[in-house]
């Protein structure tokens, strides 16, 4: 059985209104990256923390999944082998566009974390600084975030499926986080054929073999289509 293993990042979900990290105007430019995205940062001012992630929180809510996240959903329902989505985003547009495998190596807003005991459950829509772990009643509620310096989820899993991946395709990534921008490499050496979807060559789009230059909403449609007629005929 044939396996798509796919790579997501903010581009995915600019079309849906959530904005991208590196831009101009981005996330980074209007938020120092130590103070939000960091430890160190939570443990200095956990209310700036708390409260930048549950403005996104609510963001995220009232957003809908766009072509690019359908036409992702569509390939899960419709190819005869497997597709895995692994996504950096941390909003819930692939569940929303119906893609049922997916994986959130850098956590999730719907999703509470206790710094203490590491026990996760659904966040509220507003966090507070000291909120409560229901697990072990301890005030150590954070938001359930990767944050720098942090290890990704999923990683052994993760590295299984860029083994068997027959196709590689990332989506709207700048290729400038590890362990994310790694994986092609890791798929290439895996012998997977290689795409990148971006309005850009990314930082590694280089080790790519193809590359399909637009927004992900219509670039991807297109290569679904074209993909699931190959797997047909
Ligand atoms: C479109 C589009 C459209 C726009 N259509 N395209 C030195 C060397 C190597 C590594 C390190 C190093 N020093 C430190 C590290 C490790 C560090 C790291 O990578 N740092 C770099 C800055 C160098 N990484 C970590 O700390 C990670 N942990 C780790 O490495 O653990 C150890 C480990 C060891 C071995 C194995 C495994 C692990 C943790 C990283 C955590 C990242 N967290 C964040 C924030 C939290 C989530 C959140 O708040 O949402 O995750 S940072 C931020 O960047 C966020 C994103 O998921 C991530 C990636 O961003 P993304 O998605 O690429 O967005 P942009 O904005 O950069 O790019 C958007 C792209 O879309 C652009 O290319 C556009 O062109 C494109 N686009 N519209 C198609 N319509």
């Known amino acids: 059985m044939q396996k798509i293993v796919v790579l997501t990042g903010a581009g995915n979900s600019a079309e849906s209104g ?5 831009a101009e105007g981005g996330l980074w430019a209007q938020h120092r990256i130590e103070d939000v995205a960091t430890p160190e940062g939570f443990a200095r001012d956990p209310k700036l923390v708390v409260d930048f992630y549950n403005a996104r929180r609510a963001q995220a809510a009232e957003a809908e999944p766009n072509a ?3 036409a992702l959903a569509k390939l899960e329902s419709e ?3 497997d597709v895995i989505v692994i996504t950096q985003n941390v909003d819930d547009l692939h569940e929303k566009a119906g893609s049922q495998k997916v994986m959130h190596m850098h956590g999730a807003l719907k999703s509470a974390l206790c710094a203490a005991c590491a026990h996760r459950w659904p966040a509220p829509l507003v ?3 000291g909120d409560s772990c229901p697990a072990c009643n301890r005030p150590a ?3 359930d975030i990767v944050w720098f310096g942090e290890m990704p989820y999923d990683m052994d ?3 299984r499926h860029l083994s068997e991946a027959d196709i590689f395709i990332s989506i709207g990534t700048s290729g400038n986080v590890y ?3 790694g994986f092609v490499a890791e798929a290439r050496s895996a012998g997977a054929e290689t795409i990148e979807f971006n309005l850009e060559p990314s930082l590694v789009g ?3 073999e193809d590359i399909r230059i637009g927004s992900a909403s219509e670039t991807l449609p297109v290569w679904v289509d074209e993909i699931l007629q190959k797997s047909r005929s």
């Not at 959530?18 to 590196?22: A, K, M, Q, V």
């Open 18 to 22: 959530l904005g991208t990290f590196r």
């Open 68 to 70: 690019g996240h359908l």
């Open 79 to 81: 190819f005869a082998g």
């Open 127 to 129: 966090m507070a600084p």
């Open 141 to 143: 509620a954070r938001p």
């Open 157 to 159: 899993e993760i590295f």
């Open 179 to 181: 362990p994310a921008a």
């Open 206 to 208: 280089n080790q790519f």
